[in-house]
């Protein structure tokens, strides 16, 4: 499976941006899609992934929503209230294996390029 990430971008602190994953090739049906960032000077961390349902970093939880489309071949995250310390590089990635623990990076086989959000105070 190849994703591609887009969407990133400059926002000032408390507006919104909206990131997708596309895989090419096929849908998305039964892979568990995470979505991941990382600063710099910092570790590759959780944001959120949707399976059966959605989970989310504590971080994020009540300003970041992950969706899939009906076609299946695009999740979304959508980021409102950004603060700059959600500044990072953000990354997307699928596992279509496991049955917990897709909180951890290693889960996941499959992952997009990143795509870069900034946050300005």
């Known amino acids: 499976v190849q994703l591609q990430a887009s969407g990133g971008g400059l926002v000032q602190a408390g507006g919104f941006l909206g990131l997708s994953c596309a895989a090419s090739g096929r849908t998305l049906t039964g892979y568990v899609v995470g979505w991941f960032r990382q600063a710099p000077g910092k570790e590759r961390e959780f944001v959120a992934y949707?399976?059966?349902?959605?989970v989310y970093a504590d971080s994020v939880k009540g300003r970041f929503t992950i969706s899939r489309d009906n076609g299946k071949k695009t999740v979304h995250l959508q980021m409102n209230s950004l603060k700059p310390e959600d500044t990072a590089v953000y990354y997307c990635?699928?596992?279509?294996?496991?049955?917990?623990?897709?909180?951890?990076?290693?889960?996941?086989?499959?992952w997009g390029q990143g795509t870069l959000v900034t946050v300005s105070s």
């Open positions: 949707i399976n059966l349902g959605a």
């Open positions: 990635a699928a596992t279509s294996f496991g049955s917990s623990g897709y909180t951890m990076p290693a889960m996941y086989s499959y």
